[in-house]
């Protein structure tokens, strides 16, 4: 018995990658992105904010009874595409894809509101084999410059 994949993106996949490239094609201009590499900040806090927390595409993952959009790692893939496209100046498949670790139980109650709403950066810690996610740390306040990590207790690491 062969199962035939749908390896093609929805309606919905596609509106959002639409929305997408048009909203980066007004805000991020590949003359500035390149320009942007030259700088100490190489992404657009602003832009970040934008779609992060006014879109809500930092919580594309996380569900939403945790306060994220409970969409799939399809949708995921559509924004990646996109941005990638674009060459935009964004962290999205960092913060993306360790969101719902930081939203996930066990985890401190404030990640994941902050992972969800885009109030922050998620940043994913990997074992020293990189086999396995040993903790998830949202980083709050991002484009102030500050560059260092909370601490996260050996305890904590191998509890997730």
């Known amino acids: 018995m062969t199962v035939a994949a749908d390896l093609l993106y929805s309606d919905t996949e ?15 201009a590949v003359t500035d992105v390149l320009a942007r590499t030259e700088k100490p900040e190489t992404y657009d806090a602003d832009l970040w904010r934008t ?25 995921l893939a559509a924004a990646a595409e996109t ?27 404030a990640w994941g509101g902050d992972a969800a709403g885009g109030a922050g950066l998620t940043a994913l810690l990997l074992a020293a084999d990189r086999s396995t996610a040993v903790a998830t740390a949202a980083l709050p306040r991002y484009g102030t410059g500050a560059r260092a990590a909370p601490k996260v ?6 509890s997730r």
């Open 51 to 75: 779609i992060a927390a006014d879109i809500g595409l930092a919580g594309l993952l996380i569900p939403e009874a945790l306060g994220g959009a409970g969409a799939s790692y399809r949708e």
């Open 153 to 158: 207790s050996a305890a904590a690491a191998s």
């Open 83 to 109: 941005f990638g496209a674009a060459l935009a100046p964004v962290p999205y498949l960092g913060s993306a894809a360790g969101a719902p670790k930081a939203a996930a139980p066990g985890a401190p109650a």
């Open 14 to 28: 596609r509106t959002l990658a639409s929305a997408l490239a048009d909203l980066l094609s007004s805000r991020a």
